[in-house]
């Protein structure tokens, strides 16, 4: 099972007047956004024909050049992770994602929460052996439930990436892939 999958949707996914500029020299590195200020309406009622009701909100993340985020997963709560999204990542295409497995011994971390108020694990280098790595670019289906980290190798430019988020709790990893198959590149 992979953790990754490139997808093509036959509507325009971000819309064209979103403008990201005012987060650009911001310290966060998360934003909370109305989901339908960053999709089309196409793509909003695209995923509600496949049963995929976006969230009201939806993150976008930023990392500067030659920046690494952390390895965590996506937390709701302390006991329940967020399986999965659907990310639009734009700026540049020298940018990767990278998924690990946690080390046995690694016993339950404590949650922490981000500046836009989400939830999430973190865990250090040495706690994780990695499993795959993929150049992200554009629309994408990725596990947040696995620990995963964001880097963009860019000298010049910001990656950004706009995370849609659904009620995933009905859609498990399987489900997810199998609903959006014929999609998948
Ligand atoms: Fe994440």
């Given amino acids: 099972m992979r953790y990754y999958y490139k997808l093509n949707f036959p509507v325009k996914f971000l819309r064209d007047d979103i403008d990201v500029s005012g987060y650009t020299?911001?310290?966060?590195?998360?934003?909370?956004?109305?989901?339908?200020?960053?999709?089309?309406?196409?793509?909003?009622?695209?995923?509600?024909?496949?049963?995929?009701?976006?969230?009201?909100?939806?993150?976008?993340?930023?990392?500067?050049?030659?920046?690494?985020?952390?390895?965590?997963?996506?937390?709701?709560?302390?006991?329940?992770?967020?399986?999965?999204?659907?990310?639009?990542?734009?700026?540049?295409?020298?940018?990767?994602?990278?998924?690990?497995?946690?080390?046995?011994?690694?016993?339950?971390k404590e949650v922490l929460v981000t500046t836009a108020g989400s939830d999430y694990t973190e865990y250090l280098t040495n706690e994780v052996e990695e499993l795959e790595r993929h150049m992200v670019n554009g629309l994408f289906l990725t596990r947040t439930d696995v620990p995963h980290s964001v880097t963009n190798y860019d000298l010049a430019n910001d990656r950004w990436s706009l995370s849609v988020r659904i009620l995933d709790i009905l859609y498990d990893w399987n489900r997810i892939v199998k609903t959006l198959d014929p999609f998948i590149e």
Wanted: hydrophobic fraction near 35%.
């Fill in 25 to 108: 020299n911001s310290k966060g590195r998360i934003f909370s956004v109305k989901t339908q200020e960053y999709i089309t309406p196409e793509a909003f009622n695209f995923l509600c024909s496949l049963g995929l009701i976006p969230n009201a909100h939806a993150y976008i993340f930023l990392r500067k050049p030659l920046e690494t985020s952390s390895i965590h997963t996506d937390d709701i709560g302390a006991y329940v992770k967020r399986i999965w999204a659907i990310n639009y990542t734009w700026g540049t295409d020298k940018s990767d994602m990278a998924w690990y497995k946690p080390l046995d011994t690694i016993k339950k």
